[in-house]
């Protein structure tokens, strides 16, 4: 039977949430403890020391190495990029136009999670026409 350690102590549940994706993305088995409490009541995180990511010992020096090589972790505004619709811009006539997308696929398993986890802000909702030449927001 394989040790079980703790291997870091978060005090942000998200970003625990996140490590935990990255490495069970690279079958690192791995498990957090305390993490509702913390959610639920944020005041209690210095109580109980964070949110603790388990892992087995002989996994650790992997986890590191695989953690420090792939330090970005995927910020849901600076990622996205536009998808262009051919729609012009009302204002200047740019054709620059696109729906502004805060979720978009290419951080895998890691953006699905990131995405569960910040569902309360209303990203599908607040989609508009956004051009890209002079900045004016405009529906369709
Ligand atoms: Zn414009």
Known sequence: MDKIIVFETFYNPIEANIVKARL????IQCFLSDENTVTINPLYTQALGGVKLHLF???AE???TLLEMKEEIPQQHTAEEPQHTGVSCP???STDVG???ATKNRFGILTTIVS???V???FYANKTQH???CSHEFDK
């Open 24 to 27: 069970l993305d690279s079958d």
């Open 57 to 59: 010992e002989k996994d």
């Open 62 to 64: 992997a986890a590191r």
């Open 91 to 93: 204002r200047c006539g």
């Open 99 to 101: 729906y502004v997308q």
């Open 116 to 118: 569960l986890l910040l």
């Open 120 to 122: 309360v802000y209303p």
């Open 131 to 133: 051009c890209f030449n």
